[in-house]
């Protein structure tokens, strides 16, 4: 098959000429066809399978092809995304693709001044990438009109609601037309997904390239026990021993990142780390030197896990397992792009194993454990079976409580705002709990 055959026209297969594109990818095949006939369309597919080309392809040969010229503070086409990075990303590739077109595109997102943002839609734009919290600011401030929008892309739409953005796209959702056309696109499809799609899509197509909730095959995945404390020793004596060139780590919370990547630093490894804390330009500075391979290890916290093109990164490590499963699928996403392979290694401490079960029952699969010489851990990670789920010990005869001791703390209420606490989201929207399954500490 090749992107002639599904249509596209001649300035289009210029563009993807340049880029090498050769064959489409599965998700193209099936949603370029689809969307130049006018379909709404819901798409299961992960990142790393070509699903921007598939939505952006269709989308600027429709703008280039019908529709009246774009008027002043308004868009013809909006593609709604999670992050700023992501929106930096998408709006790349649109721009690449549109390269000989007589199309305009813009990026918008927050944590930057909004004025450069309020000039650029003056004249008006036909394809817009936005943050959902930007692009209602910009609405509110009567940069932007919907009136000639005809088409609304929902990209990673399952991290837009983890994320806290329902209420958003709410908004969003009741000042657009009514008569467009929608094409939604999630890694993974909750209920939650499946209630927005009833709600914002007209008669979809379903496709689903991938099947639901499990990780892309072209990754090797396994899972090195060890204690809490020792993580950053074996994560040290891993990247030497495994000679890493290239590293993409996901530590849990802003503090982790930060401590992380000082430790490496101290040891002269080449490093960076990004998260919620750091002013846009940083991270997307220490991003851009890791496309270039000018950083060798880049930490992030999960802000970082979705949507991000990396060429040909071989290894992601997560140094501590995600809070939310799909989160996992989103992290290992980052290698085994575009068909080539890549691995994912996960450092996992006992008070994981919850985590860890819950990843096993989303992928479907018992994730291979392994132990490292000398890191063997002291406390031992609780078996799961096959299903995921944690194997249970015969329990002990209870002792009789005492009034103060023998009680457990089962968890407790973070302010997302705590550096300590899981980065959960491009901005505070909720309470995360966090829950203390570790070993009980032995009473003096
Ligand atoms: P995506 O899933 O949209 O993030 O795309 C993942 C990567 O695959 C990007 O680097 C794209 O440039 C690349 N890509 C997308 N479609 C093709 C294709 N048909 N042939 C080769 N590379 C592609």
């Known amino acids: 098959m090749t992107f002639a055959s599904l249509g596209l026209i001649e300035p289009l297969l210029r563009s993807l000429e340049t880029l090498g594109y050769q064959t489409p990818t599965p998700v193209q095949a099936q949603a370029i066809p689809a969307v130049l006939a006018g379909r709404d369309l819901m798409a299961a597919a992960q990142t790393g399978t070509g699903k ?182 074996l994560f040290i004596h891993l990247l030497r021993k495994g000679k890493w060139k290239q590293v993409l780590v996901f530590a849990k919370t802003r503090n982790g990142v930060d401590a992380l990547v000082e430790k490496l630093q101290g040891l002269g490894i080449n490093a960076d780390g990004i998260h919620g804390d750091k002013p846009q330009a940083t991270r997307q500075r220490a991003l851009d030197r890791f496309k270039a391979s000018e950083v060798q290890i880049l930490v992030a916290t999960d802000v970082a896990a979705r949507g991000l093109d990396i060429e040909d990164l071989p290894l992601v490590v997560n140094f501590d397992l995600p809070i939310v499963a799909e989160d996992y699928i989103h992290r290992i996403g980052r290698t085994g792009r575009a068909g080539n392979t890549g691995q994912a290694i996960s450092l996992v401490c006992a008070d994981e194993v919850n985590l860890l079960s ?71 929207v909720r309470k995360v709990p966090v829950f203390n399954t570790g070993p009980r500490k032995k009473k003096p």
């Open 52 to 233: 921007t080309a598939g939505f952006a392809l269709p989308l600027l040969q429709l703008l280039a092809m019908e529709g009246p010229k774009v008027a002043s503070n308004s868009v013809r086409a909006l593609i709604l995304v999670p992050t700023r990075e992501l929106a930096e990303q998408v709006h790349e590739a649109v721009r690449q693709y549109a390269e000989n077109l007589p199309l305009s595109t813009y990026a918008v997102y927050g944590g930057v001044s909004i004025n450069p943002q309020m000039m650029k839609l003056r004249k008006g734009v036909d394809v817009l990438v936005a943050t959902p919290g930007r692009l209602l600011d910009l609405y509110r401030q009567k940069a932007l009109k919907f009136n000639q929008l005809q088409t609304l892309i929902l990209d990673e739409a399952d991290r837009m609601l983890d994320l806290g953005f329902s209420e958003e796209l709410g908004n969003i959702y009741r000042v657009l037309p009514k008569q467009r056309q929608t094409l939604l696109f999630s890694a993974t499809f909750s209920d939650a997904i499946r209630l927005l799609a009833g709600q914002m899509l007209n008669d979809p197509l379903s496709i689903e390239v991938s099947p639901r909730n499990v990780a892309a095959n072209t990754v090797k995945q396994w899972v090195v026990t060890v204690d809490k404390k020792r993580k950053p020793e």
């Open 358 to 428: 819950a990843i096993e029952t989303l992928t479907r699969q018992a994730l291979p454990r392994q132990m490292e010489h000398d890191f063997e851990p002291e406390h031992r990670v609780p078996d799961t079976d096959a299903s995921g789920q944690v194997v249970k010990k015969p329990k002990k005869p209870k002792k009789p409580k005492t009034s103060s001791g023998g009680k457990r703390n089962l968890g407790k209420w973070v302010e997302s705002g705590d550096a300590s606490a899981p980065e959960p989201s491009i901005k505070p």
